[in-house]
């Protein structure tokens, strides 16, 4: 059995990945509506939501080994992101993931200094994967953002951009 506090913080964590995956899949229902022509935009997004469920579920079973239950928290205050769902451009979109991810990176430092002060070595370890993926995370919205900036008003720039997007590979 692990603290109280951890399970707490974990539980957050799970829920949060769970807004990260919905927000994920309506960005990309979004650019299919509105740019349906961008299938490399979509299916990035559509599979990054795909992503973040499983970050979700990689936490309910660390929770749930752990001897803890891993409820998912369906409140209004998990997803207060998604109540703003229409963006005006690409740009802005991205711009608004990027926001989130170093949200959700400030979560995981938060949750990696939790454990540290509760001396809960296993959960210490078990978070260094979302350490690293959220660094992975940030750098590649980041750089997805950097270079529609370049491109925003190239028709052309933009296409070819949507293309190369779909050689991105998410490696889980």
Not at 13 to 38: C, D, F, I, P, T
Not at 47 to 76: C, P, T, V
């Amino acid at each position: 059995m692990f603290s109280e506090k951890i399970q707490i913080g974990l539980k957050n964590q799970l829920n949060r990945e769970l807004e990260s995956s919905q927000l994920y899949l309506s960005m990309a229902s979004w650019v299919e509506y509105k740019h349906g022509s961008l299938e490399g935009f979509c299916n990035f997004l559509y599979d990054h939501s795909d992503e973040e469920r499983k970050h979700m579920l990689k936490l309910i079973r660390y929770i749930n080994k752990r001897g803890g239950y891993a409820d998912i928290l369906m409140e209004k205050k998990y997803f207060p992101i998604i109540d703003d769902i229409s963006y005006d451009s690409l740009k802005e979109l991205f711009q608004k993931l990027f926001e989130h991810e170093k949200i959700i990176s400030k979560e995981i430092n938060s949750l990696v200094e939790l454990s540290l002060q509760e001396r809960d070595y296993f959960t210490y370890n078990f978070l260094q994967w979302f350490v690293e993926e959220q660094i992975e995370e940030e750098a590649l919205t980041k750089m997805i953002l950097d270079k529609i900036k370049l491109v925003e008003k190239d028709k052309a720039g933009l296409y070819l951009f949507d293309r190369d997007i779909k050689n991105f590979h998410i490696k889980k």
